[in-house]
Protein backbone atom coordinates (compact mmCIF):
# COMPACT_ATOMS: atom_id res chain seq x y z
CA UNK A 1 0.00 0.00 0.00
CA UNK A 2 3.00 2.22 1.06
CA UNK A 3 4.57 1.30 -2.89
CA UNK A 4 1.39 2.68 -4.12
CA UNK A 5 0.74 5.48 -2.51
CA UNK A 6 3.82 6.78 -3.48
CA UNK A 7 4.12 5.85 -6.99
CA UNK A 8 0.64 8.18 -6.95
CA UNK A 9 2.48 10.84 -5.13
CA UNK A 10 5.39 10.79 -7.94
CA UNK A 11 3.11 11.22 -10.42
CA UNK A 12 0.85 13.66 -8.94
CA UNK A 13 4.52 15.43 -8.14
CA UNK A 14 5.46 15.25 -12.22
CA UNK A 15 2.27 16.36 -13.54
CA UNK A 16 2.04 19.89 -11.27
CA UNK A 17 5.77 20.05 -12.42
CA UNK A 18 4.17 20.29 -15.98
CA UNK A 19 1.32 22.01 -14.68
CA UNK A 20 3.05 24.99 -13.43
CA UNK A 21 5.76 25.38 -16.08
CA UNK A 22 3.25 25.57 -18.74
CA UNK A 23 1.76 28.25 -16.92
CA UNK A 24 4.82 29.87 -16.58
CA UNK A 25 5.43 29.52 -20.22
CA UNK A 26 2.08 31.32 -21.01
CA UNK A 27 2.73 34.30 -18.53
CA UNK A 28 5.90 34.79 -19.70
CA UNK A 29 4.67 34.62 -23.68
CA UNK A 30 2.06 36.99 -22.45
CA UNK A 31 4.26 39.45 -20.98
CA UNK A 32 6.56 39.55 -23.99
CA UNK A 33 3.76 39.97 -26.34
CA UNK A 34 2.50 43.01 -24.48
CA UNK A 35 6.28 43.90 -24.69
CA UNK A 36 5.87 43.98 -28.55
CA UNK A 37 3.13 46.40 -28.88
CA UNK A 38 4.52 48.41 -26.28
CA UNK A 39 7.55 48.86 -28.75
CA UNK A 40 5.94 48.92 -32.01
CA UNK A 41 3.49 51.82 -30.73
CA UNK A 42 6.45 53.65 -29.12
CA UNK A 43 8.19 53.23 -32.33
CA UNK A 44 5.14 54.24 -34.39
CA UNK A 45 5.28 57.81 -32.38
CA UNK A 46 8.92 58.12 -33.26
CA UNK A 47 8.98 57.48 -37.22
CA UNK A 48 5.69 59.96 -36.99
CA UNK A 49 8.20 62.59 -35.64
CA UNK A 50 10.04 61.95 -38.76
CA UNK A 51 7.71 62.38 -41.77
CA UNK A 52 7.29 59.16 -43.84
CA UNK A 53 9.08 56.76 -42.45
CA UNK A 54 8.11 53.50 -41.51
CA UNK A 55 9.48 51.33 -39.09
CA UNK A 56 10.26 47.55 -39.19
CA UNK A 57 10.86 45.43 -36.25
CA UNK A 58 10.65 41.88 -37.96
CA UNK A 59 11.73 39.20 -35.41
CA UNK A 60 13.25 41.38 -32.90
CA UNK A 61 10.40 41.56 -30.52
CA UNK A 62 11.23 37.53 -30.54
CA UNK A 63 14.52 37.90 -30.19
CA UNK A 64 16.46 36.33 -26.88
CA UNK A 65 19.82 36.76 -25.21
CA UNK A 66 22.28 39.19 -26.37
CA UNK A 67 20.45 40.57 -29.35
CA UNK A 68 17.35 40.88 -26.99
CA UNK A 69 18.82 43.10 -24.55
CA UNK A 70 21.07 45.13 -27.11
CA UNK A 71 17.68 45.92 -28.83
CA UNK A 72 15.88 46.81 -25.90
CA UNK A 73 18.66 48.89 -24.98
CA UNK A 74 18.00 50.43 -28.22
CA UNK A 75 14.86 51.18 -27.78
CA UNK A 76 15.06 52.75 -24.74
CA UNK A 77 17.77 55.26 -26.38
CA UNK A 78 15.47 55.92 -29.38
CA UNK A 79 12.73 56.87 -27.14
CA UNK A 80 14.81 59.54 -25.62
CA UNK A 81 15.84 61.00 -28.37
CA UNK A 82 19.43 59.64 -27.94
CA UNK A 83 20.08 58.47 -31.53
CA UNK A 84 23.82 57.92 -31.28
CA UNK A 85 23.35 55.90 -28.16
CA UNK A 86 20.38 53.77 -29.84
CA UNK A 87 22.93 53.05 -33.15
CA UNK A 88 25.88 52.26 -30.81
CA UNK A 89 23.48 49.41 -29.01
CA UNK A 90 21.72 47.83 -32.62
CA UNK A 91 25.14 47.30 -33.88
CA UNK A 92 26.10 45.57 -30.79
CA UNK A 93 23.00 43.54 -31.33
CA UNK A 94 23.87 42.65 -35.07
CA UNK A 95 27.05 40.86 -34.05
CA UNK A 96 24.68 38.65 -32.60
CA UNK A 97 21.87 39.03 -34.80
CA UNK A 98 21.12 37.32 -38.13
CA UNK A 99 19.05 37.07 -40.79
CA UNK A 100 15.52 38.98 -40.69
CA UNK A 101 17.13 40.53 -37.67
CA UNK A 102 20.04 42.18 -39.34
CA UNK A 103 17.22 43.62 -41.65
CA UNK A 104 15.37 44.88 -38.93
CA UNK A 105 18.74 46.48 -37.22
CA UNK A 106 19.68 48.42 -40.01
CA UNK A 107 16.17 50.05 -40.65
CA UNK A 108 16.28 51.04 -36.57
CA UNK A 109 20.05 52.28 -37.57
CA UNK A 110 18.79 53.93 -40.70
CA UNK A 111 15.78 55.82 -37.97
CA UNK A 112 18.05 57.24 -35.98
CA UNK A 113 20.34 58.91 -38.94
CA UNK A 114 16.94 60.13 -40.65
CA UNK A 115 16.16 62.24 -37.50
CA UNK A 116 19.14 64.37 -36.40
CA UNK A 117 19.47 64.65 -40.59
CA UNK A 118 22.33 62.65 -41.60
CA UNK A 119 20.51 61.74 -45.01
CA UNK A 120 23.93 59.82 -46.55
CA UNK A 121 24.37 57.71 -43.47
CA UNK A 122 20.61 56.90 -43.37
CA UNK A 123 20.33 55.97 -46.92
CA UNK A 124 23.06 53.49 -46.65
CA UNK A 125 21.47 52.37 -43.80
CA UNK A 126 18.59 51.79 -45.91
CA UNK A 127 19.98 50.33 -48.50
CA UNK A 128 21.57 47.96 -47.01
CA UNK A 129 18.69 46.54 -44.80
CA UNK A 130 17.34 46.80 -48.59
CA UNK A 131 20.15 44.83 -50.08
CA UNK A 132 20.33 41.47 -47.01
CA UNK A 133 16.28 41.97 -47.15
CA UNK A 134 16.03 40.43 -50.50
CA UNK A 135 18.87 37.89 -49.85
CA UNK A 136 17.13 36.40 -47.09
CA UNK A 137 13.21 36.61 -48.72
CA UNK A 138 12.15 39.27 -46.29
CA UNK A 139 9.52 40.76 -48.74
CA UNK A 140 8.14 43.04 -46.36
CA UNK A 141 11.40 44.53 -44.82
CA UNK A 142 12.90 45.20 -48.42
CA UNK A 143 9.34 46.97 -49.27
CA UNK A 144 9.75 48.62 -45.49
CA UNK A 145 13.17 49.82 -46.43
CA UNK A 146 12.27 50.65 -49.83
CA UNK A 147 9.83 53.22 -48.45
CA UNK A 148 12.59 54.45 -46.67
CA UNK A 149 14.68 55.21 -49.32
CA UNK A 150 12.06 56.53 -50.98
CA UNK A 151 11.39 59.35 -48.59
CA UNK A 152 15.08 60.24 -48.06
CA UNK A 153 15.86 60.89 -51.88
CA UNK A 154 12.80 62.68 -51.58
CA UNK A 155 13.75 65.29 -48.80
CA UNK A 156 17.36 65.65 -50.94
CA UNK A 157 14.92 66.84 -53.83
CA UNK A 158 15.55 63.42 -55.81
CA UNK A 159 11.59 63.11 -56.71
CA UNK A 160 12.25 60.36 -59.28
CA UNK A 161 14.64 58.27 -57.20
CA UNK A 162 11.86 57.94 -54.75
CA UNK A 163 9.15 57.47 -57.08
CA UNK A 164 11.15 54.48 -58.45
CA UNK A 165 11.38 53.36 -55.00
CA UNK A 166 7.71 53.70 -53.52
CA UNK A 167 6.54 52.09 -56.82
CA UNK A 168 8.89 48.76 -56.18
CA UNK A 169 7.00 49.01 -52.87
CA UNK A 170 3.65 49.40 -53.91
CA UNK A 171 4.80 45.75 -56.61
CA UNK A 172 5.65 43.42 -53.38
CA UNK A 173 2.67 44.67 -51.23
CA UNK A 174 0.38 44.50 -54.62
CA UNK A 175 1.84 40.46 -54.73
CA UNK A 176 1.47 40.03 -51.25
CA UNK A 177 -2.21 41.06 -50.96
CA UNK A 178 -0.72 43.65 -48.21
CA UNK A 179 -3.64 46.00 -48.09
CA UNK A 180 -2.52 48.46 -45.64
CA UNK A 181 0.56 48.47 -46.82
CA UNK A 182 -0.40 49.21 -50.57
CA UNK A 183 -2.20 52.33 -49.45
CA UNK A 184 0.30 53.70 -48.06
CA UNK A 185 2.31 53.29 -51.34
CA UNK A 186 -0.53 54.68 -52.89
CA UNK A 187 -0.82 57.64 -50.97
CA UNK A 188 3.11 58.40 -51.15
CA UNK A 189 3.58 58.08 -54.67
CA UNK A 190 0.64 60.36 -55.09
CA UNK A 191 2.55 62.98 -52.89
CA UNK A 192 5.25 62.60 -54.84
CA UNK A 193 3.30 63.23 -58.11
CA UNK A 194 1.92 66.13 -56.70
CA UNK A 195 5.71 67.33 -55.92
CA UNK A 196 5.90 67.12 -59.40
CA UNK A 197 3.35 68.93 -60.37
CA UNK A 198 1.79 66.19 -62.20
CA UNK A 199 -1.57 65.92 -60.61
CA UNK A 200 -3.78 64.07 -62.82
CA UNK A 201 -1.36 61.43 -62.34
CA UNK A 202 -1.38 61.83 -58.18
CA UNK A 203 -5.05 60.94 -58.41
Not at 9 to 16: D, M, P
Not at 35 to 64: C, F
Request: charged share 25%; with cysteine.
Amino acid sequence: MAEVLGIVLGVLGIVAAWYFAWRYYVSHKRDLDEQAREQARKLDEITLQVGRLTAYLGELPKSTGAVRTDYGAGMTAMEASRWDEAISHFEAAMKQAAGNQLVALLNLIGLCHTTPGRWQEALASYEESARLAERFGDKEGRANALRNIGAIHESMGEVDKALACEEEALMIHRAAGQKLGIASDLGSIGLIYETKGELDKAL
